[in-house]
T-cell receptor, first 113, second 111 residues
Framework: GESVGLHLPTLSVQEGDNSIINCAYS??????FIWYKQESGKGPQFIID?????DKRQGQRVTVLLNKTVKHLSLQIAATQPGDSAVYFC????????????FGQGTTLQVKP | DGGITQSPKYLFRKEGQNVTLSCEQN?????MYWYRQDPGQGLRLIYY???????QKGDIAEGYSVSREKKESFPLTVTSAQKNPTAFYLC??????????FGSGTRLTVV
């Protein structure tokens, strides 16, 4: 079946460096993508989203890039801080799929002081 | 403030016992979802409901039951048929064309 997958299960970065978390998706009919952050013992929180008619969207210290040609989504975090340590999930909405999201397996981001 | 509330935060179940996890939202969202999360793993869909009085099975519905009698509420019952219920349970809600808002989760442990 269709799935959203992540290239790396764990990413370790130095505090202050930029982080890039990747996500591959396989359904060309996906029209909306979201990144969530989940801290230990808590529910996922919305970080940033992007619709398929865009290829880049920026938030505060975060940027999402969408490459529809290769079906690739990435989350860039600038000047990574210890508070960014968490699991990051990408999710996709397939157009016409009644709003039910498909989640990737998640990438653990570890920030070293 | 609008949000989605799960209770209790921690729940302990004895062998052979049914337990019910609560999920309430005041976001006026039509759709609600239940996910299970095991340590170091992703989210697996148990049940979802897109409208009151209607719900569908997700990928791992066996051993679970739900009801959707009110728009605001989507309780999940973990029955004795669920042989490995220890996990972190997450409830979410959404409106059409938007992402999910998640609750803070319930950690269920079998004792």
């Amino acid at each position: 079946g269709e799935s959203v997958g992540l290239h790396l299960p764990t990413l370790s970065v130095q505090e202050g460096d930029n982080s890039i978390i990747n996500c591959a998706y396989s359904n060309s009919a996906s029209d909306y993508f979201i990144w969530y952050k989940q801290e230990s013992g808590k529910g996922p929180q919305f970080i940033i989203d992007i619709r398929s008619n865009m290829d880049k969207r920026q938030g505060q210290r975060v940027t999402v890039l969408l490459n529809k040609t290769v079906k690739h989504l990435s989350l860039q975090i600038a000047a990574t801080q210890p508070g960014d340590s968490a699991v990051y999930f990408c999710a996709e909405n397939i157009a016409g799929n009644t709003g039910k999201l498909i989640f990737g397996q998640g990438t653990t981001l570890q920030v070293k002081p | 403030d609008g949000g989605i509330t799960q209770s209790p935060k921690y729940l302990f179940r004895k062998e052979g016992q049914n337990v019910t996890l609560s999920c309430e939202q005041n976001l006026n969202h039509d759709a609600m979802y239940w996910y299970r999360q095991d340590p170091g793993q992703g989210l697996r869909l148990i049940y979802y409901s897109q409208i009151v009085n209607d719900f569908q099975k997700g990928d791992i519905a066996e051993g679970y039951s739900v009801s959707r009698e009110k728009k605001e509420s989507f309780p999940l019952t973990v029955t004795s048929a669920q042989k490995n219920p220890t996990a972190f349970y997450l409830c979410a809600s959404s409106s059409q064309g938007s992402g999910y808002t998640f609750g803070s989760g319930t950690r269920l442990t079998v004792v």
